[in-house]
């Protein structure tokens, strides 16, 4: 109860801002409209004006809060939640690769880094060219992926997970290794007394000793699935999906459109990883390591 | 076993070593040049002794019992265990390893903990729950099976381990600095409990310690070794008495050996310069 206080106060002073900034941003265009009409506008006018444009350069808040409503909760209330003017169904559109390419990306990632762990030869190979497939700007490779699959006739969702798991199991890779490898020397020099075989030192030691990790992986590899996602319906000729209605939005200027879809990204992400955080609570709690 | 330990002779019974090295040589080759950790050891240990090794840092204490575990390979001379070689003697499960630190799993209860070798080497799912009970009663932790290493002290971590050691019923005990991590009065009272459950046991014990009273207290015989090379300069058999209360580090003759100990210590230094 103690943190709603600092967090109530940081919101305000985020929104305060906000709207100061739509003021500033958005005050040119409501001057040069009223000097072609020969208006004299006093600053209550003004500012009121700045924030009720259809295209603002920034969208106030409530612009925003509006928008979002009217293409989630209003679409709900009107039976049409699944209908292409619902952010709800080009949020599902975005989740269901989302989810797909984080799964793919989680797996291929836990399968690398035991690998990794185990192998001395991938240890020395594998790693290096993960770093690398990281360094390619994704925007620069995500067309190429979803022409080159459109080619052979696959395309929907599976070019948008694909291109999710691409991102996604980068960070699985990285934290997974330093989980198999985190017991020290002589926790596993103790299962060398017992003569246990390496799957039992897998099993018993090394993989409930990379659960921490794991989950950190997890939360990194979800928000960067989704990005994978949104930049993958990009190139798709913006029909479907919330990275369609940021296009969208763009190729019409309807900044409204494009803050709103920003936001139900985030809200989407913040849920998602919330969700890990969740199971990553009780997992651990049940696994006796939370104190 | 009260007094020195039995010399071969008449009317004396020989028995057969449980650990025998000879001539014992380990040369670890490091960036910096070999290290010679272990250089011409010597060392028989019969059934039911209890051994400390005592000597400054990096003389050897560890690598041995590394070499007795099969953890670690010697590059020269012989040692076997239980007449088998180290590598054998694991596999028979002849040694119970702790080491300095608990090395409890966080995520398993003590009880869990303890079963863990007992799931590794396949025992049977009931042996175990019996296993687990007799050796936590045997390390006085009855009734703490269903905690988290976190809701122990530390002294009852190093317990449990030295349960877990015990739950597969190897006769050989190799303990690295069990207590170095502890205060001095739960260590009294571990060297005490350790002494009871050793006379109760009969095990064979291997037992590393910085500390000269804890090395006199527990042992039929202490060797002292110096480094660069790690040997043995000392071995010193014990007079006391089995039977050791804790005040008998009051007495003289536990203070003679005590001394002993310290000239050996001593003597091993003044090749250092
Ligand atoms: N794996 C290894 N590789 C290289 N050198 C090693 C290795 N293990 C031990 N040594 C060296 O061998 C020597 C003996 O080490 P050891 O750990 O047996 O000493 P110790 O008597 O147990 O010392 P301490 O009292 O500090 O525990 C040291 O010089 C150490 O640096
Ligand atoms: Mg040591």
């Not at chain 1, 952010?87 to 989740?95: D, E, K, Q, R, S």
């Not at chain 1, 699985?172 to 989980?179: D, F, L, P, T, Y």
């Not at chain 2, 009734?143 to 530390?154: A, H, R, T």
């Not at chain 2, 459950?197 to 015989?221: D, M, N, Q």
């Amino acid at each position: 109860m103690r943190s709603v206080l600092p967090i109530l106060t940081v919101v305000m002073a985020i929104l305060a801002l906000w709207y100061g900034a739509a003021v500033m941003l958005n005050r040119q265009w409501t001057l040069d409209q009223a000097a072609r009409a020969g208006q004299d506008l006093t600053i209550a006018q003004i500012v009121a004006d700045t924030m009720a444009q259809d295209r603002p350069k920034l969208p106030a808040p409530h612009q925003v809060g509006a928008e979002l409503w009217n293409t989630t909760g209003a679409m709900v209330l009107e039976g049409r939640a699944f209908t292409r003017r619902s952010l709800i169904w080009h949020g599902w559109v975005t989740l269901s690769a989302t989810l797909v390419g984080f799964g793919i990306g989680t797996g291929l990632g836990i399968l690398l880094a035991v690998g990794i762990v185990h192998n001395r030869a991938m240890d020395m190979s594998v790693m290096p060219w993960a770093i690398a497939s990281q360094t390619i700007p994704i925007l620069a490779i995500a067309p190429m992926i979803i022409v080159v699959l459109n080619s052979v006739g696959i395309s929907g969702l599976l070019p948008k997970a694909i291109i999710s798991a691409y991102l996604s199991f980068f960070p699985v890779v990285v934290g997974m290794v330093a989980g198999l490898r985190s017991p020290d020397r002589m926790q596993l020099d103790l299962l060398r007394t017992y003569s246990a075989s390496p799957s039992q030192a897998f099993w018993k030691l090394r993989w409930p000793s990379s659960m921490p990790y794991l989950f950190t992986s997890l939360k990194v590899g979800m928000a960067a699935s989704l990005v994978g996602a949104i930049v993958g319906e990009l190139p798709t000729g913006a029909v479907r999906g919330l990275g369609a209605r940021l296009l969208a939005g763009s190729y019409y200027g309807q900044t409204v459109q494009i803050w709103s879809a920003l936001f139900a990204a985030a809200i989407l992400a913040a849920t998602l990883v919330g969700i890990i955080g969740l199971i990553q609570r009780i997992t651990l709690k049940r696994m006796g390591m939370a104190r | 076993m009260a007094g020195p330990v039995a010399r071969p002779g008449k009317g004396t019974i020989v028995k057969s070593a449980v650990i025998k090295a000879d001539h014992l040589d380990l040369v670890f080759q490091t960036n910096d040049g070999p290290v010679h950790a272990l250089s011409d050891v010597s060392l028989s240990i019969e059934k039911g002794e209890f051994v400390s090794f005592i000597g400054p840092s990096g003389c050897g204490k560890t690598t041995f019992l590394r070499c007795v575990a099969a953890l670690e390979h010697p590059t020269g001379g012989s040692l076997s265990v239980n007449g088998m070689t180290p590598d054998a003697a694991r596999q028979a499960r002849s040694y119970g390893y702790v080491f300095q630190a608990a090395g409890l799993y966080p995520w398993r209860t003590i009880a869990k903990n303890i079963k863990l070798p007992l799931e590794i080497m396949g025992f049977p799912r009931a042996e175990q729950e019996e296993r687990v009970a007799r050796v936590l009663e045997l390390v006085d932790l009855k009734g703490f099976g269903n905690k988290y290493p976190w809701q122990l002290s530390g002294g009852m971590q190093q317990r449990a381990s030295i349960a877990r050691a015990l739950a597969f019923d190897a006769d050989i005990l190799l303990m690295d600095e069990p207590f170095g991590a502890l205060d001095e009065i739960v260590r009294d009272h571990l060297n005490e409990q350790l002494l009871a459950l050793w006379a109760r046991t009969g095990k064979t014990c291997l037992f590393v310690t910085h500390s000269i009273p804890e090395a006199v207290y527990l042992s039929t015989r202490i060797v002292v070794m110096s480094p660069r090379p790690g040997r043995i300069t000392d071995v010193i058999e014990s007079p006391l008495p089995k039977d050791r209360p804790l005040d008998i580090r009051d007495t003289a003759q536990f203070l003679e050996v005590a001394h002993r100990v310290r000239e050996g210590l001593r003597a091993g230094h003044a090749y250092d310069d």
